[in-house]
């Protein structure tokens, strides 16, 4: 019997202050050990913030003090990972995950979250590894990397046996993103691959409209990766539809997560979280409930950016996985994790979430995960079905014609790795 893995993801938002968000991080990660999780990925810019809506004081041909000084504040809520700017934005690569670089640090020139002074960068890459390590759940999550005098949008593998084993930057941020974050180099698409279980997972991500770019998207295909991690800040609707077609495409799994953001100030009714249990392996549908009155359901129709109102297929009173209820369901080892914290009903949000996890074919095995910045989402897949999606689409391989179409990336080594 082939070997199941439990993928998870979660749509929390970040906290008013780095160490804040790190002790959240540490928190989610304990509780997914806990639901047996063995893969968390966490959203773009999770740690030091996605600074949605800010102009920082910038029109073109001209700046404003208060901007500068947001900016700074900004950069401040950064993390700094001891890693170098490089060649095109690439870092230090191997030498930096390897720990070879020499040491910078002095006690006057961290302040670093851990008792001790690290040799390079302010701890947090210790802190992440110590989490994975006690936890042992390897994480995915999205960061604001400062390294020299710019900032990038960064996320980094956390092997709980190894630590950090690989980095990606962000090689073309989006829209007014390029004006506070500097471009990664290709060179960090470069995929990672750790066993889990005996099961090799080859897995590499693409942050937010990365995935949008089709070359890149068959840069990560080349390299035969099995997993997709796509942590984002896109929470419209459509988001699912096109890592759908990753999926497909890819023949992998893939896993996207967005931060869900409660509009400041916004009120939430008050219900008791559930208190039932239901078997990690059971593979029949399943729901527990308490009596549900006056909670929120789920929206009738969204709007697309021209303003045309597009109706939803879905019932009105919604009882499934989607929901920010006290259900909980289990549909073919899909589970929600159930709320601890009693909060439900009725908030405005700044960004609605939509994490989900979606199998080769395109299926969606849980979420999208909206409007619920608390809850682990996570599914039970077998990494086999990735192999049986090539009996018809291997987009890098037999699919390819790749004795017509010629495709290299400056830097970055397209070689496949081997299941």
Not at 7 to 22: F, N, V
Not at 173 to 200: D, H, N, Y
Not at 243 to 267: D, H, L, Q, W, Y
């Amino acid at each position: 019997m082939a070997r199941r893995i439990r993928l998870g993801t979660a749509s929390p938002c970040t906290q008013a202050t780095t160490p804040e968000t790190l002790a959240q991080l540490e928190s989610i990660a304990k509780r997914a050990a806990e639901q047996g999780v063995d893969l968390l990925l966490l959203p773009e810019a999770y740690i030091g913030g996605y600074p949605r809506g800010s102009t920082f004081g910038c029109a073109v041909g001209a700046r404003t003090e208060e901007g500068r000084d947001e900016y700074l504040r900004y950069f401040q809520s950064a993390v700094d990972l001891g890693d170098t700017v490089g060649v095109s934005g690439a870092g230090a690569g191997e030498a930096w995950v390897n720990r070879q670089l020499p040491p910078t640090n002095t006690p006057d020139t961290t302040n670093s979250p851990t008792k001790s002074i690290p040799l390079r960068g302010d701890g947090t890459r210790a802190f992440l590894e110590r989490v994975a390590r006690e936890t042992g759940v390897f994480i995915v999550t999205g960061l604001i990397e400062r390294a020299g005098g710019s900032l990038y949008c960064a996320a980094v593998y956390v092997d709980p046996a190894r630590g950090i084993i690989g980095k990606r930057r962000k090689v073309m941020p989006t829209g007014t993103e390029r004006l506070i974050w500097a471009q990664g180099s290709p060179a960090t698409l470069r995929a990672v691959s750790t066993m889990i279980k005996g099961v090799r997972l080859n897995l590499a991500a693409a942050i937010c409209w990365e995935n949008y770019m089709p070359l890149l998207r068959q840069s990560l295909y080349s390299q035969n990766i099995n997993l997709w991690l796509a942590p984002t800040a896109d929470g419209r609707d459509a988001w699912a539809s096109l890592m759908r077609t990753v999926a497909i495409e890819g023949r992998c799994f893939v896993v996207a997560s967005n931060m869900c953001v409660p509009k400041p100030g916004s009120t939430a009714r008050q219900t008791q979280p559930s208190d039932e249990a239901i078997s990690p392996t059971s593979s029949t549908t399943t729901t527990t409930t308490k009596p549900r009155t006056g909670l929120h359901k789920r929206r009738q129709s969204v709007f697309d950016e021209d303003g045309n109102e597009i109706v939803l297929c879905c019932k009105t009173d919604s009882t499934d996985i989607n929901t920010n209820t006290d259900t909980v369901t289990n549909v073919n080892g899909t589970y929600r994790e159930p709320r601890q914290d009693g909060v439900n009903g009725e908030k405005e949000f700044v960004c609605r979430g939509g994490s989900c996890i979606i199998n080769p074919f395109g299926d969606v095995l849980a979420g999208p995960q909206w409007e619920d910045d608390h809850s682990l989402i996570y599914v039970d897949v077998d990494f086999e079905d990735c192999i049986r999606g090539r009996l018809d689409l291997d987009a890098a391989g037999s699919y390819s014609r790749n004795d017509s179409f010629k495709f290299s990336v400056e830097g970055l080594d397209l070689s496949p790795l081997p299941y």
